[in-house]
Structures are given as structure tokens and as C-alpha cells.
């Protein structure tokens, strides 16, 4: 009689933890980052500067990685969330986003020119994302993330406030701050297609093996085959799908922010078809499970999917770049 009580006990316990993975899985909805930049700004009593509504989507993004259900999960040591690979995998995502924005933000759209004094604030949050993912203890993942949340909104309330030069808080949105943005995105989109491609396996040219001959004529090249293991091809893809999320709320706040740069440039209809692939990689996953279909046959690849919006909003980031740079 016990042991059937603990059996049945038993059962019981795993299917309440799955229960509560599957729930955990559940990744945040896309916002419109005017609205909500619009409602924060009156329930803050603040001015909407040029700059605000990329730094408080910048926030709330940071905000959501903490408060979603099941909260940060990457660093968990306790079960069902140490079982669980697909959300750390999507939180690892909205992470590399987080990180590049606030590094160019401090970098370069904060600052007139590069002698110039780096904004303290930013230079706090910069460091405070970078802590390791998976520390869970003394610091916490968790409590840099909030820091860094609190830099960052300590930074927005100098961008509003009526100061000094010496203490206000600036967003320069010059072309040349856009582009260095767009360059990490862009090069962050290519590393996504590749890897999203490689769950097929791809054939690619090793040109550092290359063979040649006394007159510098190549005359053997190896080709390497990569493929991404049957076990992590649902971590890539959903961790492309945490980028794209974070890229596509982070693009049109910044399409709001840089918007005199754009029409001059004639560039917003470019911007929007950014938007409108990134948008794509957001719809609803109806299968329970990432597939790896080939070609044409019965079962579908998500991945390529993926990698196609991925691809187009690459090659819409390209002439993006050339565009402004052509001003």
C-alpha cells in the first residue's frame, strides 16, 4: 500500500512539474513600444525626449526577463526549471540584444564624439549585464540585472530632467549612432542564419585549409560539414527567437527615435520592412515540438522558417547601412 502511495505520489509530482514547465514556457507578447513609452511617461510625469522610448523599452525588456512566469531561469538549480533548455535558451536570446544596445548606447549614441565623457550610469548598467548568465549566488545573476535596470532608469530621468550640461544624461540620434547599432544587429542576424541553416547541415568552403601551389594557384580546398546536434536544434531556434523579439521591440523604438535621420534619408520604408520580418519570426509555434523536416516532405523545418525572416531582415539591415552612410 505504500508503495503504490508513492508511486502514485510520484506521478503526481512530475506531471505538476510539467505542468508548471509548460506554464514557465510561455514566452512574454511583443508590446508597442510607443504606447507603452506613452503611458510610462505620463505615469511618470515625464517629458517623451528623443531617447526615451528606446531606453524604457530597453527597460521593460530587462524587466520582463525578471518578472515572466517562473521569472529568470537560466541560472535555476532546482527542478522542473533545471530541466527545462527551450526558455534559458529564448532568455539567452533577449540577453545578447539587452547587451549590444546598452554597449552602443554607452559607446556611441550617448556621447558627441569619442573624447567624450561616458555617461556614469550607462557605464554602471554596461558591466552589470555582462555578469554570467548562470551565476545563482553571491552576485546573483538576478541583482545585476536589476542594477542594471535601475542604471538604466536612473539614465532616463537625467535625459528628462532640466540640469546642467554636466549632469543631464544625452541621446544623440545622429546617423552614425544608427549604423553602429545596425552593424552589431546585422552581424548578429548572419551568425542566427547560419545557425538556424546548420540544422540541415551545410557544406562550407574552409578557406584556411586551403592548398596552394608555388605560383599561389589554390589547388585544394576542405569543405566542412556542420550540422547542429538533434538535441539543440529547439535551444538555437529559440534562442533566435529571443533575439528577434528583443531586436524587433528595440528596432521600432529606435525607427521612433531616429525618425528625422530615416525621412531624410528616405530610408523608413527600409526600416519598416525590417520590422515587418522580425514581426514574421513572432508568430505563434503551434507544434509542440521544433521540427526538422527536409525539402519538401511531409514534416516541416522550423528553423529554415526562421532563418528565411532572419535572412530578409539581414539583407534589409545591409541596405539600411548603406543608405545612411551614403548621407
Known amino acids: 500500500m505504500n508503495t503504490k502511495k508513492i508511486v502514485i505520489g510520484g506521478a503526481l509530482a512530475v506531471l505538476l512539474g510539467y505542468a508548471v514547465s509548460v506554464y514557465w514556457s510561455f514566452e512574454p507578447d511583443t508590446f508597442s513600444p510607443?504606447?507603452?513609452?506613452?503611458?510610462?511617461?505620463?505615469?511618470?510625469?515625464?517629458?517623451?525626449?528623443?531617447?526615451?522610448?528606446?531606453?524604457?523599452?530597453?527597460?521593460?525588456?530587462?524587466?520582463?526577463?525578471?518578472?515572466?512566469?517562473?521569472?529568470?531561469?537560466t541560472n535555476d538549480r532546482l527542478p522542473p526549471s533545471v530541466f527545462m533548455d527551450?526558455?534559458?535558451?529564448?532568455e539567452a536570446g533577449v540577453l545578447t540584444q539587452v547587451r549590444d544596445m546598452v554597449l552602443v548606447l554607452k559607446?556611441?549614441?550617448?556621447?558627441?564624439?569619442?573624447?567624450?565623457?561616458?555617461?556614469?550610469?550607462?557605464?554602471?548598467?554596461?558591466?552589470?549585464?555582462?555578469?554570467n548568465s548562470h551565476s545563482w549566488n553571491f552576485p546573483s545573476a538576478e541583482s545585476q540585472y536589476q542594477e542594471a535596470i535601475d542604471s538604466l532608469i536612473r539614465y532616463r530621468n537625467r535625459l528628462t530632467a532640466p540640469k546642467t550640461?554636466?549632469?543631464?544624461?544625452?541621446?544623440?540620434?545622429?546617423?552614425?549612432?544608427?549604423?553602429?547599432?545596425?552593424?552589431?544587429?546585422?552581424?548578429?542576424?548572419?551568425?542566427?542564419?547560419?545557425?538556424?541553416g546548420s540544422s540541415v547541415g551545410e557544406a562550407?568552403?574552409?578557406?584556411?585549409?586551403?592548398?596552394?601551389?608555388?605560383?599561389?594557384?589554390?589547388?585544394?580546398?576542405?569543405?566542412?560539414?556542420?550540422?547542429?546536434?538533434?538535441?539543440?536544434?529547439?535551444?538555437?531556434?529559440?534562442?533566435?527567437?529571443?533575439?528577434?523579439?528583443?531586436?524587433?521591440?528595440?528596432?521600432?523604438?529606435?525607427?521612433?527615435?531616429?525618425?528625422e535621420v530615416l525621412e531624410e534619408s528616405k530610408a523608413t520604408v527600409v526600416m519598416d520592412q525590417i520590422i515587418e520580418e522580425l514581426e514574421a519570426t513572432q508568430e505563434t509555434v503551434w507544434s509542440p515540438m521544433i521540427l526538422n523536416g527536409n525539402g519538401f516532405g511531409l514534416i516541416a523545418n522550423h528553423s529554415l522558417i526562421m532563418a528565411n525572416y532572419v535572412s530578409r531582415a539581414q539583407a534589409g539591415t545591409v541596405d539600411l547601412i548603406n543608405i545612411l552612410e551614403k548621407r
Do not use: C
Open 107 to 131: 559607446d556611441h549614441i550617448s556621447r558627441s564624439q569619442n573624447e567624450s565623457r561616458i555617461d556614469p550610469d550607462l557605464k554602471e548598467a554596461q558591466p552589470a549585464l555582462n555578469i
Open 34 to 73: 510607443s504606447n507603452y513609452t506613452a503611458q510610462q511617461a505620463t505615469l511618470n510625469h515625464q517629458q517623451q525626449v528623443i531617447g526615451y522610448e528606446t531606453t524604457t523599452t530597453l527597460i521593460h525588456i530587462n524587466q520582463l526577463l525578471l518578472d515572466k512566469p517562473g521569472g529568470f531561469l
Open 86 to 90: 527551450n526558455m534559458p535558451a529564448w
Open 165 to 196: 550640461p554636466n549632469q543631464k544624461a544625452m541621446f544623440y540620434a545622429r546617423d552614425d549612432g544608427l549604423v553602429a547599432w545596425l552593424e552589431v544587429v546585422q552581424n548578429r542576424l548572419g551568425s542566427m542564419s547560419q545557425a538556424l
Open 204 to 259: 562550407n568552403l574552409n578557406m584556411d585549409s586551403a592548398l596552394t601551389d608555388s605560383n599561389g594557384v589554390m589547388r585544394d580546398i576542405n569543405v566542412d560539414n556542420t550540422k547542429t546536434p538533434w538535441l539543440k536544434i529547439d535551444n538555437v531556434f529559440y534562442e533566435s527567437r529571443g533575439s528577434t523579439w528583443a531586436m524587433l521591440l528595440l528596432m521600432q523604438s529606435m525607427k521612433d527615435d531616429f525618425k
